[in-house]
């Protein structure tokens, strides 16, 4: 018989929790916010799978601006110990894919944010509320008016 532990469950390199992703996703949600990223959410895709923890969605309404937030947000989560596994998109910019392990970065232009739906294909994670990480930066949480 299986008794439930109390223990934080662990990621794959046994040293960081799912709530730790989630704090070094809210940090990227601030940054994208403050290099007028729009449209952030967080989606906490920990009960999802086990491949990691969370995604952030961010669209940005350039290439400068994407390639700005992609390497604002690296070189702040580096600060948290947080290592990038890979970029992908960078050089074409309609769609960056950021891998931390646990937390998956997507910056999408507006057109490719739309076509893949990322939202919807993960339509039952739980949103993780921002409102509090991006008031500071004049942003709005996204679904808030």
Same mark, same amino acid.
């Given at each position: 018989?299986?008794?439930?532990?109390?223990?934080?469950?662990?990621?794959?390199?046994?040293?960081?929790?799912?709530?730790?992703?989630?704090? /070094?996703?809210?940090?990227?949600?601030?940054?994208? &916010?403050?290099?007028? *990223?729009?449209? %952030? $959410?967080? @989606?906490?895709?920990?009960?999802?799978?086990?491949?990691?923890?969370?995604?952030?969605?961010?669209?940005?309404?350039?290439?400068?601006?994407?390639?700005?937030?992609?390497?604002?947000?690296?070189?702040?989560?580096?600060?948290?110990?947080?290592?990038?596994?890979?970029? /992908?998109?960078?050089?074409?910019?309609?769609?960056? &894919?950021?891998?931390? *392990?646990?937390? %998956? $970065?997507? @910056?999408?232009?507006?057109?490719?944010?739309?076509?893949?739906?990322?939202?919807?294909?993960?339509?039952?994670?739980?949103?993780?509320?921002?409102?509090?990480?991006?008031?500071?930066?004049?942003?709005?949480?996204?679904?808030?008016?």
């Amino acid at each position: 018989m299986s008794t439930a532990s109390t223990e934080p469950i662990l990621l794959a390199d046994n040293s960081k929790t799912v709530a730790d992703s989630i704090e /070094s996703a809210k940090v990227a949600a601030r940054v994208a &916010a403050e290099n007028k *990223g729009q449209e %952030i $959410i967080l @989606l906490d895709l920990s009960k999802q799978t086990s491949i990691f923890d969370c995604f952030l969605i961010v669209t940005g309404t350039s290439r400068r601006q994407l390639h700005a937030i992609a390497e604002e947000i690296d070189r702040e989560l580096k600060k948290r110990g947080e290592s990038r596994l890979t970029m /992908s998109g960078y050089d074409e910019s309609q769609w960056i &894919a950021i891998d931390y *392990g646990g937390i %998956i $970065i997507h @910056l999408f232009d507006d057109e490719h944010r739309q076509y893949y739906d990322l939202e919807g294909l993960w339509g039952d994670a739980a949103k993780i509320d921002l409102s509090g990480v991006l008031q500071p930066t004049g942003a709005r949480p996204t679904g808030q008016e």
